[in-house]
């Protein structure tokens, strides 16, 4: 079972501040995704990762930014934070898209 | 993809049976079937997934008629800690990305 790690749990920041929400996995896998999800409400990917140096928009807009310099490794990042930003951050990864990705814990972000 | 519908809500009490039913018509030839289940405030994880007839694991059951038109999770005797989310998605290795959909919110109560 792959191992993602994420952090921080929990961030509170206020408007206009740059922030990067950190994303791990231990288990050498291809494809890394992120996932933003209100609570009660459906998950939405806003990006995805097929490996190094590979980074797609996913299917919600999002301002934020990604990067895959390492296979392990696949931060986010928010330039300037603003309340619309509040929302839970989930990581995944697969070594095969469709069929099982496993989910960091999240991070929820509010901005104030 | 194909397209989903599932029970936006189901009701239980615990040590029942729970069968959340998916709908998904316009299954193509070599899509499977997939189930996640998500606690509040967790990622999703990964269940069961199948092609046809039947799967069990230590978890749950998945059945699939022939016409693979639609599927059924069981979940065999459900207890408090079964309260979550259900999401039933419906594709293929040719795709790289999952949608969820608004999934079966499960409360299971004493």
């Known amino acids: 079972e792959a191992d993602i790690y994420q952090t921080p749990r929990y961030l509170v920041i206020g408007t206009g501040k740059k922030i990067t929400l950190e994303c791990s996995q231990t288990?050498?896998?291809?494809?890394m995704y992120w996932y933003q999800q209100d609570p009660g409400m459906e998950l939405h990917l806003i990006h995805y990762?097929?490996?190094?140096?590979?980074?797609e928009k996913g299917d919600l807009s999002s301002e934020s930014t990604v990067s895959r310099i390492r296979t392990e490794h696949f931060p986010l990042t928010l330039e300037s934070a603003r309340p619309s930003h509040t929302s839970q951050y989930l990581c995944?990864?697969?070594?095969?898209?469709?069929?099982?990705?496993?989910f960091g814990p999240g991070t929820r972000l509010t901005v104030t | 993809l194909a397209k989903t519908t599932q029970p936006i809500s189901m009701d239980s009490y615990e040590g029942q049976e729970v069968n959340i039913t998916c709908s998904h018509n316009?299954?193509?030839?070599?899509?499977?079937i997939t189930w996640y289940q998500q606690f509040p405030s967790q990622g999703p994880r990964f269940i069961i997934q199948?092609?046809?007839t039947k799967v069990t694991n230590e978890v749950a059951s998945l059945f699939i008629p022939a016409d693979r038109k639609s599927s059924t999770l069981s979940l065999p005797r459900v207890s408090l800690s079964d309260t979550a989310v259900y999401y039933c998605?419906?594709?293929?290795?040719?795709?790289?990305?999952?949608?969820f959909g608004k999934g079966t919110m499960l409360l299971v109560s004493p």
């Open positions: 990762s097929y490996g190094v140096n590979s980074t």
């Open positions: 288990m050498g896998h291809d494809k």
């Open positions: 998605l419906v594709g293929n290795s040719g795709y790289s990305t999952l949608t």
């Open positions: 995944a990864a697969s070594s095969d898209g469709f069929y099982e990705q496993y």
């Open positions: 316009n299954i193509a030839t070599n899509d499977y």
């Open positions: 199948g092609y046809k």
